[in-house]
């Protein structure tokens, strides 16, 4: 996977989603300039390392990871606090635009809890399992389990699985891949997930939005 970004550029949906939840840490944004952008294509056939696929408002989707130039991007962001050492909050996946950072797909995974003495990649990894997720909602407690998913339109619209009314299905993690730390970036998991639901406008303004028969491959950044 060539990642170049670290795109935390919607990472105020975080909080809009959970007012409970902790305040967002936010990581640096960092911006290669991209000559030549080619919008991307999201009618591509083949399966980058990281991608989402389904249907939204009856609309295919195809965002293939491409080489970090053009294309789409994957890219990390927090939403935990840091209470003396105590750690609690979730971690989002996202995979996004590479020029405007919108549109926007994101996994948000929590909540994670670490003691000042607690190995964080141990509590990273051994958090994040296979099997059926419930999905968030706008009030988890700071022990809750969840996967919601968030999108941002090409207008910068914001969405989220965890505002609005419960969700009928759940979230299937697939499968699970370690991915070691590199230069310009922290230890990672490779996240195959399956999943349908619908998707609520943050601001509360206008109709909701279904997705369907979706299938991510997503980079998790240990961002604890």
């Known amino acids: 996977m060539k990642n170049l970004y670290k795109a935390a550029t919607f990472l105020f949906l975080l909080t809009?989603?959970?007012s409970c939840?902790?305040?967002p840490d936010i990581?640096?944004?960092k911006i290669i300039p991209i000559p030549g952008y080619i919008k991307p294509d999201t009618s591509a056939a083949s399966t980058g390392d990281y991608y989402l696929k389904g249907t939204l408002n009856g609309q295919?989707?195809?965002?293939?990871?491409t080489d970090g130039f053009d294309g789409w991007v994957t890219g990390s962001a927090s939403a935990t606090s840091n209470d003396q050492g105590e750690i609690t909050g979730s971690l989002t996946a996202l995979l996004s635009d590479s020029k405007e950072f919108k549109p926007q797909f994101g996994v948000e995974i929590g909540m994670f809890h670490a003691l000042p003495n607690d190995d964080k990649s141990v509590v990273f990894k051994s958090f994040v399992k296979t099997g059926t997720w419930n999905f968030g909602t706008d009030h988890d407690a700071a022990d809750a389990k969840f996967v919601s998913i968030t999108y941002v339109d090409s207008?910068?619209?914001l969405y989220t699985s965890a505002k609005g009314g419960a969700q009928t299905g759940s979230v299937n993690i697939v499968s699970i891949t370690s991915v070691p730390a590199e230069i310009g970036r922290e230890e990672g998991l490779k996240i195959k997930l399956t999943f349908s639901c619908m998707l609520y406008p943050i601001d509360g303004t206008g109709?909701?939005?279904t997705l369907t028969n979706a299938e991510a491959t997503v980079w998790l950044e240990n961002g604890l």
């Open 27 to 29: 990581y640096p944004t």
């Open 60 to 65: 295919a989707l195809n965002w293939q990871e």
């Open 21 to 23: 939840k902790p305040d």
């Open 16 to 18: 809009a989603i959970n």
């Open 155 to 157: 207008q910068g619209k």
């Open 207 to 209: 109709a909701s939005l």
